[in-house]
């Protein structure tokens, strides 16, 4: 490979209005496995010089800005077996590379995990929808990432395959700072793994945005199942409102066993503005993010409530 | 470093040598001279690079050349038969939707993919559909009409061209 002589490496946190979009000035070697074991072996070969290209909706962007320079690409869009959604009766199963217009076209994701479908739909727009993933969405571990506050709620498991064999960690133990997951260089993410929920529950998804196709200031889900308007079972979680996105577990205790009146839904909000740790940036101010966080909580769980209610 | 691919290109086969790190967009516009996709924001927020890849609508900007061997790609020079306008071109045309026309060409391609998806689209569809296309000329009121229109002549037209 040619050095890049011509090109002078800009720290990163340039300007990036000043950064050429218009070409791809990294010059790298580039590869397209048709099997995770290819893929794997690539990237333990390579190490932290290889990147996995799945959609490439954030990496390529970040190679134009020269945020990163990867010496060596591995396209995963050709690799059948993490390209998928399979009902596997306790759990819904979706590969890591399956693009996010799939998601959303999928009938059993809308009917059985109502706030993933609306976490997708929400997703910037169509042909963006058409190229990004839910495995690339995940392991970029943004903490505005829309796909992870439903995967939360649901208690997703997601399938890691690395050189030595394969293992399954919850989703709640997969993210650990902005950027940040506990993949290893030489393992990918290859599958993820939503558990089917007890009869009776319904999720919904709402996102705090700028406009339609930016990223969330605030995005919650929630998972509920109430027998007669009280609270059998919740589950929330937040996302862009801490260094990764989160469950609010002091919120989902004081709500179980509770009947969904407006003095609790209160309640529960003043609970979430306590659970959260939000930082001020240019999409939004820490203050709003809090205050905000609490006010969509309760608009969550009444929209999940209403599906409880309506079906 | 780089490949030769090997893709149809508005229906007709091409060849070409690529480097690894050559993008879709300019792959079309400076070797190619197809130069309908443009070059909006680089970044995956305006839509104006927009072609069809397999009939989907995606970012040609943020597409590396060498995925789409083997592929088919649609640009809007593909719409139209010799000097036959697409219907969508034509209902752009009619309802004044084109301004100073940089982001039509991918407005129309998702269009295309849009009354595919579905007939008969109500403002709400559409409107969400196009969301990842921006016009700077804030033309979208023209263009959602366009868009209307052109799912109207699509079905005043069902079966006569067929």
């Known amino acids: ?311 | 470093m780089g490949k030769v691919i090997r893709f149809r290109l508005n229906g007709r086969p091409v060849s070409i040598y690529v480097e690894n790190n050559e993008l879709l967009l300019n792959v079309l516009r400076e070797k190619l001279g197809v130069m309908s996709p443009k070059y909006g924001c680089g970044i995956g927020e305006c839509g104006a690079c927009t072609v069809l890849l397999d009939g989907e609508p995606v970012l040609s900007c943020l597409t590396l050349a060498v995925e789409v061997d083997g592929k088919d790609v649609v640009t809007a020079e593909g719409l139209a038969r010799d000097s036959d306008l697409d219907v969508v071109q034509r209902a752009f045309i009619e309802e004044g939707a084109i301004q100073c026309g940089y982001c039509i060409p991918g407005f129309i391609l998702v269009a295309k993919k849009l009354l595919e998806e579905n007939p008969e689209p109500d403002e709400d569809f559409i409107r969400e559909y196009i969301r990842g296309n921006l016009c700077r000329c804030t033309g979208y009121v023209n263009i959602v009409r366009a868009i209307k229109r052109a799912a109207e002549e699509l079905k005043f037209h069902v079966g006569k061209n067929k």
């Not at chain 1, 690539?42 to 010089?49: N, Q, R």
């Not at chain 1, 290889?50 to 320079?69: H, N, P, S, Y």
């Not at chain 1, 506990?182 to 393992?187: D, F, G, Q, S």
């Not at chain 1, 205790?253 to 659970?275: N, P, Q, W």
């Open chain 1, 1 to 311: 490979m040619t050095e890049r002589k011509f090109v002078k490496p800009l720290k990163p946190k340039v300007d990036v209005n000043k950064v050429n979009t218009r070409i791809l000035p990294v010059e790298f070697e580039y590869f397209e496995p048709r099997t995770v074991k290819e893929v794997v072996e690539l990237l333990s070969k390579y190490g932290s010089d290889a990147k996995i290209l799945a959609g490439g909706t954030d990496l390529i962007v970040r190679m134009k800005q020269r945020f990163i320079e990867p010496k060596y690409i591995v396209n995963i869009k050709k690799v059948k077996e993490l390209n998928f959604i399979e009902d596997r009766r306790d759990h819904l199963a979706i590969g890591a590379a399956t693009k996010l217009r799939e998601i959303e076209n999928s009938g059993i994701v809308r009917k059985k995990f109502t706030a993933l479908y609306e976490a997708v739909r929400s997703m910037a727009g169509v042909q963006i929808r058409n190229m990004a993933t839910i495995g690339g969405n995940l392991c970029n571990a943004s903490p505005a990432a829309d796909t992870a506050p439903p995967l939360l709620v649901f208690e997703a498991k997601l399938k890691i395959v690395g050189l030595d064999g394969e293992k399954l960690v919850p989703i709640s133990e997969f993210f650990l700072g902005p950027g940040k997951t506990v993949l290893k260089h030489n393992e990918v993410l290859a599958e993820i793994w939503i558990p089917y929920q007890p009869e009776g529950t319904e999720s919904a998804f709402i996102k705090i945005a700028r406009v339609a196709m930016d990223l969330a200031k605030v995005n919650v889900a929630v998972a509920l199942r109430t027998e007669g308007g009280v609270v059998k079972s919740v589950r929330i979680a937040l996302g862009a409102v801490a260094p990764t996105p989160i469950r609010a577990y002091k919120t989902e205790e004081f709500l179980t066993g509770k009947e969904l009146s407006e003095a609790v839904l209160e309640k529960a909000a003043e609970i979430v503005k306590t659970e959260v740790k939000p930082i001020t940036d240019i999409r939004s101010t820490a203050e709003y993010r809090r205050e905000v966080s609490g006010v969509i909580v309760k608009d969550a769980l009444l929209k999940a409530y209403e599906r409880i209610s309506g079906r």
